[in-house]
């Protein structure tokens, strides 16, 4: 099966930007690299919700089945970054870089911000 972009996927979410409200406790990850990392070793419950990924670099990073709500991707590199059947729900996704290699296929993108 094909990897769906996140165009693609953007096109079935419903986009609504007002009353995001994030929680002070926002877990900075900003500028990090996770090159080909499997997420699942970092956090074994998949759940990473409210964690700020500006400016990181997210190539090849395994993301499939996490909870993400609420993250921040500004100028993030998500080139081949699995987002399968992710729940990026309230995320704000702005000035990313992806390619053909990036899934967001199933992942819910429901209110995410996208600029």
């Not at 994030?22 to 990850?29: E, G, H, K, L, N």
């Not at 500028?31 to 090849?60: E, N, P, Q, R, Y």
């Not at 993250?71 to 399968?84: H, M, S, V």
């Not at 059947?85 to 296929?105: C, G, K």
Request: with cysteine; net charge negative.
């Amino acid at each position: 099966m094909a990897n769906v972009s996140l165009d693609s996927a953007m096109r079935t979410a419903v986009l609504a930007k007002d009353e995001l409200h994030y929680p002070p406790d926002i877990t900075d990850m900003s500028s990090m690299s996770f090159v080909g990392k499997d997420m699942s070793k970092i956090a074994k419950d998949k759940v990473m919700k409210h964690t700020d990924f500006s400016d990181a670099d997210l190539s090849g990073a395994d993301f499939k089945g996490f909870n993400l709500q609420g993250c921040i991707f500004r100028r993030t590199i998500l080139n081949g970054t699995n987002f399968a059947n992710a729940d990026l729900r309230w995320s704000i996704i702005e000035q990313v870089e992806t390619d053909e290699a990036s899934n967001f296929d199933g992942a819910d993108l429901r209110e995410v911000v996208r600029n």
